[in-house]
C-alpha cells in the first residue's frame, strides 16, 4: 500500500472519529439537557429552580415575582429565541406559591402596558385565590409602566408602590381591526368569501363592519370594561364613580394615580420589600424568586448550538409571520397594538 493510501485512510478515520464524537455530544444533550429543559418550560419540576436574593431563613419566606412585558401567552422560551414574558411560567410560579407554606409574602414586580384580557383575567383569579386560601400579603412595585392590563393584574394587591414617573392607569378595553378593501380594490384583488352566517366574517379586513356588528363588537367592550371597573372598585376600595373619574383610558403618572387612589405610596423596588418585612413582622425572611434558567455547561451548550445551528433573524421573522394568528382580540391594553 503507497503513502497516499496510507494518508487517505488516516484521514478516513480522524473524520469517522470525529462524527461519532460529535454524535454522541448532541445524544447526551439532547437525551440529559434538551429533555429536563422541556420539563421546565412544560411547568413539570417547579421547585427546582429557586434564586436567594437575600436572607437565609427558609421556613419563612417572601417571593419575588416579576411581570415584564405584553401580557400574551405566545409560549415559552426555547432553545432557539426566548420570550420576555412566559405566561404559563409565570402561573406556575403562583401556583407554587399556593402550595408552599413556607412563602409569607408576596413582592410582585411590574413592567407591563398589560395585554390580554383572558391572561390579565388568569392572573388576577390566581392572585385573589391565594390571598384567599394562603391569607398572605401583596405587594406590588410598579416598574417604568403598569398599565391597562398591568394595572388591572395589580389591583387585588394590598399595597402599590409606584415611581412619580410611572405610567399607569389607562383602564380600559380595546379591539381594532384593519380594513384594505379599498386597497384591494385598487391593486386588482377581489376576495371569493362563503360563510354559514351573514357575521360569520365580521371583523374581516376585507369588507366594511355593519352598523349591527358595530353595535354587537360595542356591546362586548363594554362588558370587558365594566369588569375592570369592578375589579379596580373591589381591589382599591373605591366607589364605581371615583373609579370610573380616571377609567376613561388616560394615563396618570406616579403623582396624579395617588391623588386617584389607584396606588398608596410612592417608592421603588426596596420599598415596597421594607414595607413589606416591616408590616408584616417579616424582617427576617429570605426573599428569593423562581427561574427555570439553569446555567452553567448546560446552558453554555445551548447558547453555542444556537448561535450555531439557529434559524438566521431573517428566518425567525418569517416564521413569526407565517405563524402568528392576527385575528382581532379585546386587550387590556396601552400603547401600540
Known sequence: MNVKRWIALAIAAVLLVFSLGINTIFAIIKADFFSNFDSIL????????????????????????????????????????????????????????L???????????????????????????????????????????????????????????????????????????????????????????????????????????TREITAEERAMMQDMINESYEEFVDIVEKGRNMSEADVKKVADGRILGGTKALEAGLIDEIGDEQAAIEALRQDYGLEDAMLFEYSYDQGGLPSIIGMKVSSLFGPSAEEKMLMKIMTEYKAPKMMYLYGEY
Open 99 to 205: 402550595y408552599d407554606d413556607s412563602v409569607q409574602g408576596i413582592v410582585l414586580s411590574v413592567n407591563s402596558p398589560g395585554g390580554g384580557v383572558k391572561e390579565s383575567a388568569e392572573i388576577y383569579k390566581k392572585l385573589l385565590q391565594i390571598k384567599e386560601e394562603r391569607q398572605i400579603p401583596i405587594y406590588v412595585s410598579m416598574d417604568s409602566m403598569a398599565a391597562s392590563g398591568g394595572y388591572y393584574i395589580s389591583a387585588p394587591a394590598d399595597k402599590i408602590y409606584a415611581h412619580r414617573d410611572t405610567i399607569t392607569g389607562s383602564i380600559g378595553v380595546i379591539m381594532q381591526s384593519i380594513n384594505y378593501q379599498e386597497l384591494a380594490e385598487k391593486v386588482g384583488v377581489k376576495f371569493e368569501t362563503f360563510k354559514s352566517g351573514q357575521h360569520k366574517d365580521m371583523l374581516s379586513p
Open 42 to 97: 412544560a411547568g413539570e419540576n417547579l421547585n427546582v429552580y429557586e434564586t436567594v436574593i437575600e436572607g437565609d431563613n427558609y421556613d419563612k419566606r417572601i417571593a419575588y415575582l416579576k411581570v415584564d412585558g405584553t401580557i400574551q401567552d405566545v409560549g415559552s422560551s426555547t432553545l432557539w429565541q426566548t420570550v420576555s414574558y412566559d405566561h404559563q411560567f409565570f402561573l406556575n410560579q403562583l401556583d407554587n406559591i
